[in-house]
């Protein structure tokens, strides 16, 4: 399983890196992993080659990306349509709220909507993929991501409180939010977590390796990476647009 990093930056993106996006590729099935903005464009491969789209939430910072799809996919000589687009539900009536396109439109001609929550399991091509609710301030969902016996998962965003820790216990890899630095002690909003938090979780739950994401641009990202390595005690990788790493 490859992961291309599209885009990482935490709440809003800057020239040279996008918000939150993935591409994540097992032999022949690409699946794009969150739509923040700047991550349609950056996308390492032809959209048309992408052959489903996951969203965590509905905040614009991950799913904004979708409007760029929908004119890009839509409105044009040969129109793709059926789409797979697996988020929660409140992702999808926002965006077709936003559209103002309601059932029958050209909307649901091009994306296939399946709303996902707690405990649902699907499989896009060769990749299996799980869910589970994160500790954030909207309907949010983590995804364990699973193909030839090696998993990943990814947090979206999220506090560190919830049941959640389960579906991420063991995996191979844990590509995990860090939108602050310091004390969690001293955050200011309890549904994101700190650098130290991200470390101390990966550890907890057994991750092998940890990919930090989602800092915001104004933040020293290598005082991020010290602060996860002192909690997670080794190596932390930093996601970096138009980097990749395999799981």
């Not at 650098?195 to 915001?216: C, D, Q, W």
Request: net charge negative; glycine share 8%.
């Amino acid at each position: 399983m490859r992961v291309d990093v599209v885009g990482a930056s935490g709440t809003f993106p800057v020239p040279g890196r996008p918000a939150s996006g993935y591409l994540i590729t097992q032999g022949e099935t690409r699946v794009w992993c969150d739509a923040g903005p700047g991550t349609f464009m950056g996308l390492p491969v032809d959209s048309d080659m992408v052959d489903a789209v996951v969203v965590s939430h509905q905040h614009p910072d991950h799913c904004a990306d979708l409007f760029a799809a929908f004119h890009a996919w839509h409105y044009r000589p040969e129109p793709r349509n059926g789409v797979p687009l697996y988020a929660p539900e409140a992702v999808w009536e926002r965006i077709s709220e936003f559209l103002e396109k309601g059932p029958g439109s050209e909307l649901y001609d091009l994306f296939d909507f399946n709303p996902v929550w707690t405990g649902d399991e699907i499989t896009i091509g060769e990749l299996e993929v799980r869910f589970t609710e994160m500790d954030h301030s909207v309907p949010t969902v983590g995804s364990r991501w699973e193909a030839n016996n090696r998993t990943m998962f990814f947090t979206g965003d999220t506090g560190p409180d919830g049941d959640w820790r389960e579906l991420a216990r063991d995996v191979d890899v844990m590509l995990c939010e860090a939108s602050y630095q310091g004390a969690p002690e001293d955050k200011a909003y309890s549904h994101h977590l700190t650098a130290s938090e991200a470390g101390e979780i990966a550890r907890e739950v057994g991750a092998g390796r940890l990919v930090l994401t989602h800092i915001p641009p104004y933040y020293d990202v290598a005082k991020s990476v010290h602060e996860a390595e002192l909690a997670f005690d080794r190596p932390v990788t930093l996601a970096t647009p138009g980097a990749h790493f395999d799981v």
